[in-house]
């Protein structure tokens, strides 16, 4: 999960680029951050979490699934204007999908090097968790 205020951040952004308005809602369907008034349907929202399309058109209204690393739902991005909505969408999405995988490397690799420094692997864990998380394995490192 990425904090509420790089959510917002980033839609403000887009907004301020493309003019169309941005919602994000979680896997719950609670919305976490938005660049106009929601005037969307709860219900449509719902609707589209649980069904298997990855993008659908409701209304005026273009939704968007987010997924995480394992194509789990994370956020359904929300789009309404009338510059293109699909393609920023997609676009947006993209963007998203960037930040959830950068934050997700970043705490894997910091857990990592703890979990490493507490002894808390099993050496065939030590080498597929580097491997996995792109470190390499055959450089002299320093503890302090």
Do not use: C, W
């Amino acid at each position: 999960m990425l904090a509420v205020q790089t959510l917002q951040e980033n839609l403000d952004g887009i907004k301020g680029i493309s003019k169309n308005d941005y919602y994000i809602a979680d896997s719950r369907g609670i919305v976490l951050a938005a660049t106009g008034d929601a005037v969307f349907d709860s219900q449509s929202l719902r609707v589209f979490l649980d069904s298997q399309a990855d993008s659908q058109v409701v209304g005026e209204y273009y939704y968007f699934k987010v997924h995480n690393e394992e194509y789990q739902p994370e956020y359904v991005l929300i789009v309404g204007g009338s510059t293109d909505p699909y393609m920023l969408g997609q676009l947006a999405v993209f963007q998203l999908r960037n930040l959830l995988k950068a934050s997700q490397e970043r705490f894997d690799k910091d857990s990592f090097y703890k979990n490493l420094l507490l002894d808390n692997f099993l050496l065939v864990d030590v080498f597929n968790r580097a491997k996995k998380l792109h470190i390499e394995m055959k450089i002299r490192r320093v503890v302090f």
